[in-house]
């Protein structure tokens, strides 16, 4: 039994499918048996009426004593919202029993006749009077209302607002709550004659009984074609507090004559405040609350709480600290202090699905004791061994762990995107020619199927730019269990440059039954033939590409028949395609080896019929069964040539922050003129202009001027950024080909060199290209744990920005290459290198910036642009694969 377990001293279950609130309980002698011992008073929603006087299990006769524990039980017509127990009946002393319904007041008599036989008393309800409500009521309270004495009255809040005064067998009055909205919690407090409650603009409000009983009449106010009564005073309140937030309760314990404290349960916050609105202390909540109950400390000038929450927990405080936390079997929506026969403070909470529990802190002490393990000799090679093989699990599990959590086996949406084999007849494109050739479409057709009910479905396509789609957005019909839906668009080219990625994305958005909003993706490709068409074979080129395969030649016109249907040479050996908005880009295949050459005038542009070649093959001899296929490339790697389209997209970054600085110049010279002539126009005296409309019409042109210039500098930014990804695609291929990285090694190697997958004015490639390949360097790639060690212990650098050229950024993509040539793995494990030593972690500061370790023959700074391939070294074949491998003739590619 745990210490912070609430104790079941009784408990019952009331009824089947009913719901209970937090006014459905109260406890007290309601039968006026004289003992002092309190019942158990429960009303339902569905109108049933319940009083226990419970005992604990121990005691009776079993399941016969359980029976005589339910003292009554009486089913009426209309819901019951609260029951309270006092003194409501004029010339009695006795304790009564208040039924609150929606249109109804109902006080009852609870008496009990002794019973000649085993089964012990009856029970009786007999209703003493009640009051028709004209209004539906919401909550109330009673008290002492103005002082009285030996009785108890009534306060009823209506649903609009109103409070309406009952004195026993009479009603008083009814007021009307200014600026009402919607009904809060209510609560009397004696000490001050004051009625509080939590108004709709999120404020404990406190009005005087004497100043309601004053106040316009509640009917006057209501109509408002009747004349306002003049003997009537304007009902305001005495105070208010501003809470900030809905409150769930509000109670005022009777804690001593001279001060009352004003507890109020807020969403988040617990609030107490003396009875003129000053605030005593506040608590934040860290969880949802469900209920409270103050009552008097043992501490002087102190208060101790009950505090339920939906975490099926109790909590005890004394103001602010939190002094027990015990655990019960339901969320708790009212909770109140019962004194009974055998056991007195006890805890009685009741469930909104009617699980009713009297239960008592602590536990019973427990006699368990450790039995005495035998003393055994260690056996250290064992542990050791033992160890080793847990940190091995551990180590596993690391790094294979899920960020995301797992999909549900079965999805509740399939979506199933099928691309045309054949273009559209006729184009869809929004661009006829480019270079006069014409501008293909292909029909895409998306196919949703759901297992579940669909509702406010939207499907959304995605492509990168320059493609484009004839609709990017369809709006579904509701869809049942079973059901399904196609809808089609066209995909085409539409800019004046190759895109660097023929993919696209489908994202289907809806509600699931209960309302959850899910989101399932599809991928598809777009064929090569949309953005390039069949060409004659140039002889020659300025970049060239070698890959190699460990598999016999293979024909061209096998692997890419849509370019051979309308081409002239049909012998297999070569192929050349020309882009719609690029160069002309030539495969030759070699007669003897295997051996496959691409080359072109554009460098970027030999990046999509590479990955065609590359992937085409791999489907090729996987519809034969051969599964050892290799691809790879001997190097060197093009660097210089990837150095240019970096240089070329960094030039175009600085002219763009150079146009903007231009631009905000000239705006506020612009604006500074406007002022000027503002001043001369506004003059009594004219006076000559000197030239400032000329001057502000020159402005004006010059801002005209710089605008489109920055315009076109953007567009033509956006171009280089789409080749500035192309030839990284193509350079991450070449190195995964030369040093046959896994798949996992690819796509670290890939999100390094294209950390983003567009520009932002504040944050760009180069910047997030250099940080990435730096963490690389200074990680995997070290050049020893020293190395690693101080990259993990330094702190954050500074904030990444525009750099002053693009000399650092080539020197790191140049050393991360020359290390990847040399072994290095990557990895985004920490266990990768050596373990690192402890006296290693004190060599670094925080706050600097190490610079990045190289070889001891590596201390100069390498050429960057021209001579950047040296430093990558060919990769040497054996002598056995020299033989075969060697390079074919001109005559025969």
């Known amino acids: 039994m745990s210490l912070f377990k609430a104790r079941d001293w009784w408990s019952a279950t009331l009824g089947d499918g009913e719901e209970f609130d937090q006014g459905c309980l109260c406890v007290g002698d309601v039968d006026n048996s004289g003992a002092g011992h309190d019942k158990v008073v429960v009303g339902s929603y569905m109108g049933i009426l319940r009083i226990f006087s419970p005992h604990s299990s121990t005691t009776g006769a079993g399941a016969q004593s359980q029976a005589d524990q339910q003292l009554l039980e009486v089913q009426l017509q209309h819901p019951i919202i609260q029951v309270e127990v006092g003194k409501f009946v004029s010339c009695s002393d006795q304790l009564h029993l208040a039924v609150l319904q929606p249109r109804k007041l109902s006080v009852y008599s609870v008496s009990g006749t002794a019973g000649?036989?085993?089964?012990?008393?009856?029970?009786?309800?007999?209703?003493?009077?009640?009051?028709?409500?004209?209004?539906?009521?919401?909550?109330?309270?009673?008290?002492?209302?103005?002082g009285a004495t030996g009785h108890h009255s009534v306060?009823?809040?209506s649903m609009d607002g109103m409070l309406m005064f009952f004195e026993q067998e009479s009603y008083s009055f009814g007021r009307f709550l200014p600026g009402f909205l919607l009904p809060g919690p209510l609560a009397y407090c004696p000490r001050t004659d004051n009625f509080l409650t939590v108004s709709s603009t999120r404020q404990l409000e406190s009005y005087r009984y004497e100043t309601?009983?004053?106040?316009?009449?509640?009917?006057?106010?209501?109509?408002?074609?009747?004349?306002?009564?003049?003997?009537?005073?304007?009902?305001?309140?005495d105070w208010t507090v501003v809470l900030g937030e809905a409150a769930l309760d509000l109670s005022i314990p009777s804690l001593s004559h001279a001060s009352s404290s004003i507890c109020v349960l807020g969403e988040r916050n617990l609030y107490c405040f003396r009875d003129n609105g000053q605030i005593r202390f506040m608590k934040k909540l860290e969880y949802n609350p469900s209920c409270f109950l103050p009552y008097a400390s043992v501490a002087e000038g102190t208060i101790n709480l009950l505090l339920g929450n939906h975490n099926n927990m109790m909590l005890v405080f004394q103001d602010t600290t939190l002094k027990w936390a015990a655990q019960l079997a339901s969320v708790p929506v009212a909770v109140r202090v019962a004194n009974f026969s055998e056991l007195k403070g006890v805890l009685v909470t009741l469930s909104s699905e009617g699980h009713l529990q009297c239960s008592y802190l602590g536990t019973d002490p427990s006699f368990?004791?450790?039995?005495?393990?035998?003393?055994?000799?260690?056996?250290?090679?064992?542990?050791?061994?033992?160890?080793?093989?847990?940190?091995?699990?551990?180590?596993?599990?690391?790094?294979?762990?899920?960020?995301?959590?797992?999909?549900?086996?079965?999805?509740?949406?399939?979506?199933?995107?099928?691309?045309?084999?054949?273009?559209?007849?006729?184009?869809?494109?929004?661009?006829?020619?480019?270079?006069?050739?014409?501008?293909?479409?292909?029909?895409?057709?998306?196919?949703?199927?759901?297992?579940?009910?669909?509702?406010?479905?939207k499907l959304t396509i995605s492509v990168r730019p320059p493609l484009a789609v004839s609709q990017d957005q369809f709006t579904l019909e509701p869809m049942g269990a079973g059901s399904s839906t196609v809808v089609a668009f066209s995909a085409f080219l539409n800019g004046h440059y190759p895109p660097a990625d023929l993919s696209g994305d489908v994202a289907v958005s809806y509600s699931s039954p209960t309302g959850v909003p899910r989101v399932h993706q599809s991928r598809f490709d777009l064929p090569l033939a949309l953005v390039c068409m069949s060409s004659s074979p140039a002889k020659s080129a300025t970049h060239k590409i070698t890959v190699d395969t460990n598999k016999p030649p293979v024909n061209l016109t096998a692997v890419f028949p849509e370019f051979y249907e309308k081409a002239e040479e049909s012998d297999g050996n070569s192929l050349a395609v020309q882009f719609l908005s690029g160069a002309r880009v030539t495969v030759l295949a070699s007669k003897t080896s295997q051996r496959y050459r691409v080359q072109s005038e554009s460098f970027e542009d030999m990046w999509l019929v590479i990955k065609e070649l590359v992937q085409r093959f791999e489907h090729h001899f996987a519809q034969q069964g051969v599964k050892d296929l290799r691809h790879s490339f001997s190097g060197p790697l093009p660097l210089s040539e990837y150095f240019q389209t970096v240089d070329n997209h960094f030039q175009l970054r600085v002219s763009a922050h150079q146009y903007q600085d231009l631009l905000a110049e000239r705006a506020v010279q612009f604006r500074a003129i406007q002022r000027r002539l503002l001043t001369r126009f506004k003059d009594k005296t004219p006076a000559p202009l000197q030239n400032l409309d000329s001057l502000?019409?020159?402005?004006?042109?010059?801002?005209?001027?710089?605008?489109?210039?920055?315009?076109?500098?953007?567009?033509?930014?956006?171009?280089?950024?789409?080749?500035?990804?192309?030839?990284t695609h193509l350079l991450v291929l070449l190195l995964s080909l030369w040093q046959g990285l896994t798949p996992d090694q690819t796509n670290i190697l890939e999100a390094t060199l294209l950390p983003l997958l567009q520009d932002t004015p504040t944050l760009g490639w180069e910047e997030s290209c250099d940080a990435a390949v730096s963490h690389l360097l200074r990680s995997c790639l070290s050049r020893s744990p020293k190395d690693q060690a101080a990259s993990l212990a330094q702190s954050a650098g500074p904030a990444l920005g525009l750099?002053?050229?693009?000399?650092?950024?080539?020197?790191?993509?140049?050393?991360?290459?020359?290390?990847?040539?040399?072994?290095?793995?990557?990895?985004?494990?920490?266990?990768?290198?050596?373990?690192?030593?402890?006296?290693?972690?004190?060599?670094?500061?925080?706050?600097?910036?190490?610079?990045?370790?190289?070889?001891?023959?590596?201390?100069?700074?390498?050429?960057?642009?021209?001579?950047?391939?040296?430093?990558?070294k060919k990769k040497q074949p054996s002598r056995k694969a020299k033989k075969g491998l060697a390079p074919c003739p001109p005559s025969s590619c």
Do not use: W
């Open 368 to 457: 368990f004791s450790t039995p005495k393990v035998d003393a055994r000799e260690v056996d250290y090679e064992q542990l050791d061994a033992e160890m080793k093989t847990l940190q091995r699990v551990i180590r596993e599990a690391t790094r294979t762990q899920d960020i995301l959590p797992k999909a549900d086996t079965e999805e509740a949406v399939t979506v199933t995107a099928t691309v045309s084999s054949s273009m559209d007849t006729p184009s869809q494109a929004l661009i006829q020619d480019i270079d006069d050739l014409p501008v293909p479409s292909v029909t895409v057709k998306v196919k949703v199927k759901s297992s579940c009910v669909m509702q406010g479905s």
């Open 696 to 727: 502000l019409d020159a402005t004006y042109h010059q801002l005209m001027a710089l605008a489109d210039a920055a315009e076109e500098n953007r567009l033509l930014l956006e171009q280089a950024f789409v080749r500035l990804r192309s030839s």
């Open 212 to 237: 309601l009983a004053v106040a316009t009449d509640a009917e006057s106010r209501q109509d408002a074609e009747l004349p306002l009564k003049t003997g009537g005073k304007r009902l305001t309140p």
């Open 155 to 157: 306060c009823i809040q």
């Open 116 to 146: 000649n036989v085993e089964h012990g008393a009856q029970y009786q309800l007999k209703l003493v009077y009640e009051h028709n409500l004209q209004r539906t009521a919401c909550n109330m309270t009673s008290g002492p209302f103005g």
């Open 803 to 872: 750099p002053a050229d693009t000399g650092r950024l080539k020197k790191h993509i140049t050393l991360l290459c020359d290390r990847l040539g040399k072994g290095g793995r990557l990895s985004l494990a920490s266990e990768t290198n050596a373990p690192v030593p402890a006296q290693v972690q004190t060599l670094v500061r925080p706050g600097g910036v190490e610079p990045i370790a190289e070889a001891a023959g590596d201390a100069e700074d390498p050429p960057l642009a021209q001579d950047a391939a040296k430093f990558i």
